[in-house]
């Protein structure tokens, strides 16, 4: 497994965790817990960012094994 | 008229005249009242049966006899509501008897309690030594409740300094396979939400005893066929060992890379993550 893929995993696995965070911040009728979802998912969001601007220098970096 | 006739009519009228007076003297706990109002619950009854069975030679006179000591109570009711002094020269005060772990002699003799029986008072709030009791007090009901001391006390998560996420009360959705649609919409979901839901479960409607959605949303479901094994809820959970396993990634890949940007970027991000973990707990985890 290359770094990349690995990284590709490890982003795929945040988004989904971005998902399901964000169904229950909708669900949720407590404001409170709203808010803490919310911000949650602020942060996940500024690491996929992070991780996508990590991922495009590493394709860039090994571009035989882009896509994989 | 014949005598039976008169007091089946009389009866049946009495028994419907007593439903609608009992509703109107409130829905106290009939364990939990005051003395004389039990003693106002009993003589109104009382009449009403010497009525129904005609024992009472003149209607009127039972009728106002019965009125009396319905309409009295309610009216004394309303009193002390206005009134403290009303209050408690109906209700009476409530009687200290253990105070700062000591028990006062004097009280207990003017409520008449024993030692034994203040002691199996106190085992019925599960206060089994004496020692363990700060307080005693016996409300105006007779009941006698008990405040232990600080140390005796069962812990909550306030003691442990836990934050714990707040919860609202379920709501029953499903019972006897039918969708209820008032708690449903309480709720913020529809018919659609739930249908999708038992779908992914994969039961059918009229399989499920009872449904439960709890504040966060997840469904607990109790089926009619206790041989189906369900998967209980555990997204949450899930989702907390999701972003434990993502953190740890970040760290490998901070310790990993030779990029000196990289580094401080995973490592920055796996400290964010756990600040928000640790934010997460209370309500992921419970």
């Known amino acids: 497994m290359t770094v990349a893929s690995k990284v590709k995993q490890t982003l795929a696995t945040l988004k989904g965790n971005q998902g399901t965070l964000r169904l229950y911040s909708l669900q949720t009728r407590d404001e409170e817990t709203k808010l803490v979802y919310n911000e949650a998912l602020e942060t996940t969001g500024i690491i996929i960012d992070d991780l996508e601007r990590r991922l495009q220098t590493l394709e860039y970096q090994e571009p035989q094994y882009k896509g994989n | 008229m014949q005598a039976w006739i008169q007091i089946l009519l009389s009866s049946v009228t009495l028994f419907f005249l007593l439903l609608l007076l009992t509703r109107l003297m409130g829905k106290r706990n009939i364990a939990r009242v005051t003395p004389f109002k039990f003693v106002s619950y009993i003589v109104a009854a009382v009449i009403a049966a ?80 004496l020692a363990d009791v700060e307080f005693a007090v016996m409300e105006d009901t007779g009941d006698i409740n008990v405040f232990l001391k600080a140390d005796k006390k069962p812990v909550s998560s306030h003691d442990l300094g836990i934050k714990t996420a707040p919860l609202a009360e379920p709501q029953t959705v499903i019972l006897d396979g039918n969708i209820l649609n008032e708690p449903l919409s309480s709720l913020g979901f529809n018919r659609e939400w739930l249908g999708i839901q038992l779908e992914t479960i994969g039961v059918s409607l009229d399989n499920v005893f009872i449904g439960q959605v709890d504040s966060s949303g997840d ?3 109790d089926l009619f066929d206790d041989t189906l094994q369900l998967p209980q809820p555990k997204v949450k959970e899930m989702l907390y060992a999701n972003f434990e396993k993502i953190q740890a990634d970040l760290t490998t ?34």
Do not use: C
């Not at chain 2, 039972?62 to 309409?71: D, E, N, P, S, T």
């Not at chain 2, 009303?86 to 028990?103: D, F, R, Y």
């Not at chain 2, 990993?256 to 997460?280: F, G």
């Open chain 2, 219 to 221: 469904l607990y479901l």
């Open chain 2, 50 to 129: 010497l009525m129904s069975l005609n024992l009472i030679p003149n209607l009127a006179f039972g009728f106002i006899a019965l009125g009396v000591w319905v309409i009295l109570p309610i009216a004394l009711d309303y009193l002390s509501l206005k009134s403290k002094w009303i209050h408690e020269l109906i209700n009476g005060k409530e009687t200290v008897l253990i105070k700062h772990g000591k028990i006062m002699e004097e009280n207990l003799m003017q409520t008449r309690l024993t030692g034994e029986e203040l002691l199996r008072e106190l085992r019925y709030k599960n206060a089994f030594n």
């Open chain 2, 253 to 286: 890949f901070a310790l990993e890379t030779n990029n000196e940007a990289a580094k401080t970027m995973y490592s920055k991000n796996a400290k964010e993550l756990d600040y928000i973990m640790r934010k997460l707990k209370p309500y992921l985890l419970r």
